[in-house]
T-cell receptor, first 113, second 119 residues
Framework: AQSVTQLGSHVSVSEGALVLLRCNYS??????LFWYVQYPNQGLQLLLK??????LVKGINGFEAEFKKSETSFHLTKPSAHMSDAAEYFC???????????FGKGTTLSVSS | GAVVSQHPSWVICKSGTSVKIECRSL??????MFWYRQFPKQSLMLMAT?????????EQGVEKDKFLINHASLTLSTLTVTSAHPEDSSFYIC???????????????FGDGTRLSIL
């Protein structure tokens, strides 16, 4: 079955350090790819997305992600972590336009001072 | 931007009670809405796709008689958890498919979720 995998359920970094959250999809046809952030007891906020075009996409709050077809990956990065980045991050895909987002299991990002 | 309102945000009720959750698109017509369930520290699992004026399409393993979905208008979908039990306690999130040409940055607009606790 088509799915999306997030490696690492929990990532801990120090403030100012690089953030790398991993996401891989399983499909021979690249899906539409998204990263969402969720703060406790809140809904989802879209960070960035890839549909077509430039493979390096920039999102809000200094995050960016690169689509690599050869690796079926869409990893999320941020050069310098901030305490406010601590949250749950979900990679999501849409395999067919108009259908529902399918979410990965999520990665909890902790940022220490 | 497009807004989806979900109500209530938090509900606590006794076992055996039926609970209705509303999902409204405030400034656009949503022909398709989605319902997700999220257990603590886990991902969002799609429960069903709700299309205005027709029966909802449920994902495998979701009891349609347990989770009743009604999408009677272009701006409102409801999820009713019937005869709720403690194992139904969860965070339920709705979303509305973005209309064509509107906020094309996002495929779906999410509500803020409903925390359901069954005692």
């Amino acid at each position: 079955a088509q799915s999306v995998t997030q490696l690492g359920s929990h990532v801990s970094v120090s403030e100012g350090a690089l953030v790398l959250l991993r996401c891989n999809y399983s499909s021979s046809v690249p899906p539409y790819l998204f990263w969402y952030v969720q703060y406790p007891n809140q809904g989802l906020q879209l960070l960035l997305k890839y549909t077509t075009g430039a493979t390096l996409v920039k999102g809000i709050n200094g995050f960016e992600a690169e689509f690599k077809k050869s690796e079926t990956s869409f990893h999320l990065t941020k050069p310098s972590a901030h305490m406010s980045d601590a949250a749950e991050y979900f990679c999501a895909v849409i395999y067919q336009a108009g259908t529902a987002l399918i979410f990965g299991k999520g990665t909890t990002l902790s940022v220490s001072s | 931007g497009a807004v989806v309102s979900q109500h209530p945000s938090w509900v606590i009720c006794k076992s055996g009670t039926s609970v209705k959750i509303e999902c409204r698109s405030l400034d656009f017509q949503a022909t398709t809405m989605f319902w997700y369930r999220q257990f603590p520290k886990q991902s969002l699992m799609l429960m069903a796709t709700s299309n205005e004026g027709s029966k909802a399409t449920y994902e495998q393993g979701v009891e349609k008689d347990k989770f009743l979905i009604n999408h009677a208008s272009l701006t409102l979908s409801t999820l009713t958890v019937t005869s709720a039990h403690p194992e139904d306690s969860s965070f339920y999130i709705c979303s509305a498919k973005a209309p064509l040409g509107r906020d094309s940055n996002q495929p779906q607009h999410f509500g803020d979720g409903t925390r359901l606790s069954i005692l």
